[in-house]
T-cell receptor, first 111, second 114 residues
Framework: DAKTTQPTSMDCAEGRAANLPCNHS???????VYWYRQIHSQGPQYIIH???NNETNEMASLIITEDRKSSTLILPHATLRDTAVYYC????????????FGAGTTVTVRA | KAGVTQTPRYLIKTRGQQVTLSCSPI?????VSWYQQTPGQGLQFLFE???????NKGNFPGRFSGRQFSNSRSEMNVSTLELGDSALYLC?????????????FGSGTRLTVV
């Protein structure tokens, strides 16, 4: 799997957008970008994934650069409940039976 | 629909003992995978089962084993427990283990070895 690089931590003001960057410069053409988050003492929660196009769902938006070497997860209106560790993972969807988690980004949303 | 259920939630065992953890996946999900989470190593993949067959295994010693039943429920076993086995053990289920969708994780079993 390609490795990802994320900032160790970041703060965000409640109600503002949170933009979480992820570098995956060695990503292969058939690898997807997945985002999960883990709220304290809970299991990881799937957020969103994408291959090359930007994606949006009820939780977040995923922006992938044209060269696919980096991506940004956007939480449009952060709330205190969005405080969590966010993991960016690249994975071949068709034949990879696991998720390879890095250290992730600890996001703290402040009132 | 019900989520992924892991039992027990908390467990305290003595070094040298063995332990069995249980995971019930979402109904209809046939793939179950297990992860260990520790402060030092983060989230690490243990193994994955599909239709009662182990398809992938992480880099853990043979003391860690698992199995899956015909109803897709899975158990993992750790024998001869060591202090370093203290961790949060997470189970994740998915329809088939591959494909363009996410895994659903349980809340985990917190194992403490004393």
């Amino acid at each position: 799997d390609a490795k990802t690089t994320q900032p160790t931590s970041m703060d965000c003001a409640e109600g503002r957008a949170a933009n979480l960057p992820c570098n995956h410069s060695t990503i292969s053409g058939n690898e997807y970008v997945y985002w999960y988050r883990q709220i304290h003492s809970q299991g990881p929660q799937y957020i969103i994934h994408g291959l090359k196009n930007n994606e949006t769902n009820e939780m977040a938006s995923l922006i992938i650069t044209e060269d696919r070497k980096s991506s940004t997860l956007i939480l449009p209106h952060a709330t205190l409940r969005d405080t969590a560790v966010y993991y960016c993972i690249v994975r071949v969807a068709t034949n990879d039976y696991k998720l390879s988690f890095g250290a992730g980004t600890t996001v703290t949303v402040r009132a | 629909k019900a989520g992924v259920t892991q039992t027990p939630r908390y467990l305290i065992k003595t070094r040298g003992q063995q332990v069995t953890l249980s995971c019930s996946p979402i109904s209809g999900h046939r793939s179950v995978s297990w992860y260990q989470q520790t402060p030092g190593q983060g989230l690490q993949f243990l193994f994955e089962y599909f239709s009662e067959t182990q398809r992938n295994k992480g880099n853990f010693p043979g003391r860690f084993s698992g199995r899956q039943f015909s109803n897709s429920r899975s158990e993992m076993n750790v024998s001869t427990l060591e202090l370093g086995d203290s961790a949060l053990y997470l189970c994740a289920s998915s329809l088939s283990g591959v494909g363009n969708y996410g895994y659903t994780f349980g809340s985990g079993t917190r194992l403490t070895v004393v």
